[in-house]
Nanobody, 125 residues
């Protein structure tokens, strides 16, 4: 069983930065790929970023590439999403998740087995 808890969301202004954290429990944390997804009001949940089990590989949605950075600290069972140059269109609930994918990233929701409850990010213009 894996449990995930997100934190770090909040209300910021256009151009500001935020760092989201995801605390994970479970023996296989360092094995699985992990990812961040987001869901804005009235929209489907969408992929944001993913990182492989070792942290060697990362993937990003085109909309956040160059602004967001995903990372993980295996020793601390933590994953992070550094978000820079935030825009109003980044406003959403952000979820972290784990995928039973080894040695690669995972960009599709069906690949993910465990999800956190989410943290709200609101960017004002």
């Amino acid at each position: 069983q894996v449990q995930l808890v997100e934190s770090g969301g909040g209300l910021v202004q256009y151009g500001d930065s935020l760092r989201l954290s995801c605390a994970a429990s479970g023996r296989t944390f360092s094995t699985y790929a992990m990812g961040w997804f987001r869901q804005a009001p009235g929209r489907e949940r969408e992929f944001v970023a993913s990182i492989s089990g070792s942290g060697r590989f990362t993937s990003y949605a085109d909309s956040v590439k160059g602004r967001f950075t995903i990372s993980r600290d295996i020793a601390k069972n933590m994953m992070y999403l550094q978000m820079n140059t935030l825009k109003p269109e980044d406003t959403a609930v952000y979820y972290c998740a784990t995928a039973r994918v080894f040695g690669a990233t995972a960009t599709e929701q069906y690949q993910y087995s465990y999800w956190g409850r989410g943290t709200q990010v609101t960017v004002s213009s």
